[in-house]
């Protein structure tokens, strides 16, 4: 008689107590499932929309923001403070100071990936690292480009997340010598290999982008023959040439770099497994 009216006893503070409050755990709230890097120089670091006045010298943007383009409350970017901040064009804005920054392919990418996957995705960070007018040499280990992409690659996963991709586009300042282009493959291949084990990743998905310009025609085609002949697991590589350019000859136009990113996540959801494709 006494263990049942324990037991009775219990069950009645068990209901009457009331719930416990569960705090939010800011770093799930935080939580960026899929990272992505976006390196190499101008063309990743966006230059559609900009214009250079060829009286004064001066590059403006024209500040048009496609619709691909537009902030999307899953989209986030690596700032140069290394913090997350909703991501908007340019991307990279604080990265790139040097140059006028408008336009590139990484708002377009991400927001084809959550078109198509947003339940595999989930939340989308971009890590700007791009600089215009950078050979490949100068993205060797060790060097200051590659050390400031990698701390930043690293800094990305400090509140949970994974990378997912490399996203390359670089090489036009390597078809002003006959030299770089000769060596551009090896230099390459060198670079993707130090990234991987680095970020300890030794089969992290990269995709780079061929060519779409540069400064020597016979140059550009030998850089283009290295980038299409890369035969590396898990590198994937799209080809940008034929969109179409800027009145310098050299730059992605803003509707290029749409296309561009959506080329790019077409080529991303190519690894992922074929049953949530």
Not at 41 to 59: E, L
Not at 92 to 115: Q, R, S
Not at 122 to 147: D, E, H, K, M
Request: proline share 5%; glycine share 8%; aromatic share 6%.
């Amino acid at each position: 008689m006494l263990l049942f009216v324990l037991v009775l006893s219990l069950v009645a503070q068990a209901c009457s107590a009331s719930p416990t409050t569960q705090q939010p755990n800011k770093k799930t709230d935080q939580h960026l499932k899929s990272i992505f890097i976006l390196a190499g120089q101008s063309n990743m670091a966006g230059r559609g929309g900009v214009v250079n006045d060829t009286t004064t010298g001066i590059a403006t943007c024209d500040g048009v923001v496609p619709p691909e383009c537009r902030p999307n409350p899953s989209v986030f970017r690596l700032n140069v403070n290394l913090t997350w901040v909703k991501a908007s064009e340019p991307l990279h804005a604080d990265i790139d100071v040097e140059k006028t920054n408008g336009i590139g392919p990484g708002m377009a990418f991400a927001n084809a990936v959550l078109a198509n996957h947003s339940s595999t995705v989930g939340q989308i960070g971009l890590v700007p690292c791009a600089i215009g007018g950078t050979n490949i040499t100068q993205w060797r280990r060790g060097s200051f480009l590659y050390n400031q992409m990698i701390r930043r690659a690293k800094a990305s996963l400090q509140n949970g997340g994974s990378i997912r991709a490399l996203l390359w586009y670089q090489g036009e300042s390597d078809t002003a010598s006959r030299e770089d282009a000769l060596s551009y493959k090896n230099r390459l291949e060198t670079l993707f290999g130090d990234v991987r084990l680095d970020l300890q990743s030794p089969d992290l998905p990269i995709i780079q982008v061929a060519l779409a310009s540069g400064y020597e025609a016979t140059l550009i085609e030998i850089v283009r023959e290295a980038q299409l002949g890369i035969d590396l697991l898990n590198v994937r590589t799209v080809d940008a040439k034929g969109l179409p350019l800027e009145p310098d000859g050299l730059h992605l136009t803003t509707p290029a770099q749409v296309e561009l990113g959506k080329m790019l996540a077409d080529a991303y959801l190519q690894f992922l497994p074929i049953a949530i494709r």
